[in-house]
């Protein structure tokens, strides 16, 4: 299945702007196959639903370790391990702003 | 085009969203990084000209230091249209929006002079570079129920800025 979400926030700038939209799918078949610098979009208990970037993944116990690229983001320490079960969907397609 | 027509479907119908916050989130927000980094920027310009009016061009002194300020120069303009894009996606509300209705198209205009920036050597365009990222903060301080006041910066260029009043 397939998802439009808007992005919020400048953590993932310059490849993410804030009012940037993505095409996500929400397939749990991709999970497992998540590369290094994929972009993922999950619900965190204490932060709501973000968008990162994939920095580690463990597909033997279902857990990603993500973080951003803006220096002031959240850091992957604090956010934790991400379980497959808060996965919302992975990122597949990037519509941008025009300009730039 | 597809984006606005998918912006078109969010406004009607409001799609979900996903937060990539600058998060911690620490909410320490403040635009004299870049207001430092678009001062930065007219100092560059300023030794580039002056590196221009002497007759050294043949030296590679010349060609090293010039290409040194250009890269200072660029870096600098970079960092402060990001800095103002991190304060206005993270920060900046709606209702901030209709109380400054001038922000933006100030905010677009701040990406535009910077871009200018890069491209040329003009000191105008730097000059307008500091004007409006000044205007930025004075807008920003207000919303924060911070007074301003206006000063010259203590290093060259020396130009006015806009501080908070503390």
Not at chain 1, 72 to 89: E, Q, V
Not at chain 2, 56 to 69: G, I, L, P, Q, T
Request: net charge neutral; hydrophobic share 40%.
């Amino acid at each position: 299945m397939l998802k439009i979400i808007k992005v919020t926030g400048n953590s993932l700038s310059p490849f993410f702007l804030s009012g940037d939209y993505v095409l996500v799918s929400t397939s749990r078949q991709s999970f497992k196959r998540l590369q290094i610098g994929d972009s993922v979009i999950f619900s965190h208990p204490e932060f709501g639903r973000l968008i990162k970037l994939v920095r580690t993944n463990n597909p033997e116990i279902e857990i990603l370790e993500v973080e951003g690229t803006h220096s002031n983001s959240i850091s992957s320490h604090k956010l934790g391990p991400i379980p497959y079960s808060t996965l919302l969907g992975k990122v597949i397609f990037h519509f941008k702003q025009s300009g730039g | 085009m597809l984006y606005k027509f998918i912006q078109a479907i969010d406004h009607i119908h409001p799609l979900l969203d996903a937060k990539a916050h600058c998060d911690v989130p620490c909410g320490i927000y403040d635009p004299i990084s870049a207001q430092i980094d678009a001062l930065t920027v007219v100092r560059m310009m300023d030794l580039m000209a002056g590196l221009a009016e002497g007759d050294e061009k043949a030296r590679v002194d010349f060609h090293n230091s010039m290409s040194r300020y250009i890269a200072v120069k660029e870096e600098h303009a970079e960092k402060a249209k990001n800095e103002i894009r991190v304060i206005w996606g993270d920060f900046i509300k709606d209702a901030h929006v209709e109380k400054y209705p001038e922000l933006p198209n100030l905010v677009h205009k701040i990406m535009q002079i910077g871009s200018k920036c890069r491209q040329t050597a003009d000191r105008d365009n730097g000059l307008a570079f500091v004007e409006s990222i000044n205007k930025f903060a004075e807008i920003f301080w207000a919303i924060k129920d911070v007074k301003t006041k206006k000063a010259n910066a203590p290093y060259a260029p020396g130009l006015e800025m806009v501080y908070p009043d503390l």
